[in-house]
């Protein structure tokens, strides 16, 4: 599990520094992904479950340890994670099995920290 405190440490150490930067494409980049994943005609957690499927076909670990998270936050239950991965693993291949296994290591280490009643929200 220390490892997705270690992927939050990171991100957040690394977008600090990307943000000093203070590029008006990069920002406005990271402003359209925000946005994306608001609720509009499909809920966050529709559109999380895209990020995840997108993120194995694509086989980014960070990306699937990012949306595996949110997914998680957003109330998805163990069935909907697994159809959505398997549709990432027919669209991707068996290239994406790798990606496959890191995700359902990542939700394995989500629920155990839910069956100890720790907090998801200081993964992001």
């Given at each position: 599990m220390?490892?997705?405190?270690?992927?939050?440490?990171?991100?957040?150490?690394?977008?600090?520094?990307?943000?000093?930067?203070?590029?008006?494409?990069?920002?406005?980049?990271?402003?359209?992904?925000?946005?994306?994943?608001?609720?509009?005609?499909?809920?966050k957690?529709?559109k999380?479950?895209?990020?995840?499927?997108?993120?194995?076909?694509?086989?980014?670990?960070?990306?699937?340890?990012?949306?595996?998270?949110?997914?998680?936050?957003?109330?998805?239950?163990?069935?909907?994670?697994?159809?959505?991965?398997?549709?990432?693993?027919?669209?991707?291949?068996?290239?994406?099995?790798?990606?496959?296994?890191?995700?359902?290591?990542?939700?394995?280490?989500?629920?155990?920290?839910?069956?100890?009643?720790?907090?998801?929200?200081?993964?992001?």
């Amino acid at each position: 599990m220390d490892e997705l405190f270690d992927f939050k440490k990171h991100r957040d150490e690394m977008n600090e520094k990307i943000f000093k930067l203070q590029n008006k494409q990069i920002n406005r980049l990271f402003a359209l992904d925000t946005g994306a994943y608001l609720d509009g005609e499909l809920s966050k957690k529709i559109k999380e479950l895209l990020g995840l499927v997108s993120s194995l076909v694509l086989r980014c670990d960070d990306c699937v340890r990012y949306h595996m998270i949110r997914v998680v936050q957003e109330g998805c239950t163990d069935g909907e994670i697994a159809e959505t991965l398997a549709i990432g693993l027919i669209v991707g291949g068996t290239i994406t099995v790798s990606a496959l296994r890191n995700a359902v290591d990542n939700l394995s280490k989500l629920r155990e920290m839910q069956s100890k009643g720790q907090s998801l929200e200081d993964l992001l």
